[in-house]
């Protein structure tokens, strides 16, 4: 790529540059304030409304949130929630996106119109509610994964990029004795790792993120996510499970407890791109090209 080097180009560079440059500013300062005002005293934040830089640092917030198992119990099923559903929900996917990537498998235009019209029409929140209830997942962390194991438009990336990996590989495969199941395993998976990634990352994200189906189908508390007992600290104000374990200790602020709990739920998914951002990107080229 020649770089213009004239005075119009040069212009334009600088202009995008400083535009792009606040455009980042302005929506990474929301992150800023909620970071600081989760270390900020209540009589800060009743003065100041948007806090950068806190004046007093204080860490009563994260002390009142951490003076109980309640939210440690519901990090620690979040967590497992997103790993399984994520392992099954990429399981699945992949079996199901390779399928339909075969073009010689029998009733296969059939079977996506079914799968793009489940991504336009749906039963709706009472029919799928009466379907959990009826397989016997009410109150069943299954009711966390199942409902939602497989995405139709991560199916259809997979299977779009499924499709590009070469026929010989296969057919070279199928000489060499391998079966359907070994040339998925051992060929087009390994192969598609940008790809599997690139899905794995959204998986995870849709799990960790999980509220309304946790709210309609859990009904003990001790087995709530973290995203729904974030709710209960930011409805009920005063925190959930927390009172009998901080003695007579003044609770912190309102404010700075919904913020650092923001922080305790957001930080371990943020943690997980840094190890996917390589693949990640790869995944997203791969399929702008290929797709």
């Known amino acids: 790529m020649v770089e213009d080097r004239s005075f119009g180009g040069r212009l334009f ?11 980042a500013l302005v929506s990474f300062l ?19 409304k948007f806090v950068l ?22 990090m620690l099923v979040s967590v497992l929630v997103t790993l399984i559903g994520t392992a099954f929900s990429m399981l699945i996917s992949s ?7 075969r073009r010689d ?19 709706g929140l009472i029919p799928t ?22 995405n139709a438009f991560n199916m259809i990336i997979l299977k779009n990029f499924f499709q590009n990996i070469p026929d010989g590989l296969e057919e070279s495969a199928k000489i060499d004795g391998c079966s359907d199941w070994g040339i998925l395993f051992r060929i087009v998976l390994p ?25 309609l189908y859990l009904d003990s508390s001790s087995k709530w996510p973290i995203q729904v007992l974030l709710r209960q600290i930011v409805v ?18 309102d404010q700075s407890v919904k913020m650092a709990v923001i922080v305790v739920a957001t930080v371990p998914i943020l943690l997980v791109y840094p190890f996917l951002q390589k693949h990640f990107a790869k995944g997203a080229l791969l399929g702008s090209i290929k797709g």
Do not use: C
Request: no cysteine.
């Open 129 to 150: 509610f009466l379907v959990v209830k009826e397989l016997g997942l009410v109150d069943q962390y299954a009711a966390l994964v199942l409902p939602i194991a497989v």
């Open 53 to 74: 830089i806190p004046t007093v640092w204080s860490f009563d917030a994260y002390r009142f949130i951490f003076s109980t198992n309640a939210i440690f119990r519901a």
């Open 236 to 253: 009920l104000a005063s925190g959930f499970e927390f009172g009998s374990s901080l003695d007579n200790e003044v609770p912190p602020p």
């Open 95 to 101: 079996m199901m996106a390779y399928g339909l990537a």
């Open 13 to 23: 560079s600088i202009v995008n540059y400083a535009l792009l440059g606040i455009i």
């Open 191 to 215: 192969l598609s790792l940008p790809a599997l990634a690139t899905i794995s990352l959204f998986y995870a994200v849709t799990y960790w993120n999980t509220y309304l189906n946790a709210i």
């Open 105 to 123: 498998l029998d009733g296969r235009r059939f079977i996506m119109f079914a799968v793009v019209f489940t991504m336009l029409f749906n039963g």
């Open 30 to 48: 929301p992150f800023v304030h909620v970071i600081a005002g989760s270390f900020t005293t209540g009589a800060e934040l009743a003065v100041k």
